[in-house]
Nanobody, 127 residues
């Protein structure tokens, strides 16, 4: 079992920044994918950014490229999402998720590929 706890959400005005943190504990895998997902009211959960624990390969949704940065601190079992130039459409509940990576290629970006999830943290961007 892997436990994930997000923090750092809040309310900011458009153009502002927030940094989300995700603390992982329990049986963390040597080779894993960590991802940030978000879900706005009435919408499906979507991938925002993913990072591979080995090598640090990252991938971003087109809507956040150039504005968001995912990073990890292996020593602390932490994953971060730095969000800059925030827009009202970034408003959502943000979730941290992970799965053991047993395949070749980059980390998958689909929510259903991830089997461990945090409780989510609300991000609200006002115009």
């Amino acid at each position: 079992q892997v436990q994930l706890v997000e923090s750092g959400g809040g309310s900011v005005q458009a153009g502002g920044s927030l940094r989300l943190s995700c603390a992982a504990s329990g049986h963390t895998y040597r080779s894993a994918c960590m991802g940030w997902f978000r879900q706005a009211p009435g919408k499906e959960r979507e991938g925002v950014a993913v990072i591979e624990s080995v090598g640090g390969y990252t991938e971003y949704a087109d809507s956040v490229k150039g504005r968001f940065t995912i990073s990890q601190d292996d020593a602390k079992n932490m994953v971060y999402l730095q969000m800059n130039s925030l827009k009202p459409e970034d408003t959502a509940v943000y979730y941290c998720a992970t799965h053991r990576k047993t395949y070749l290629g980059g980390c998958r970006f689909r929510a259903y590929d991830y089997n461990y999830w945090g409780q989510g943290t609300q991000v609200t961007i006002s115009s």
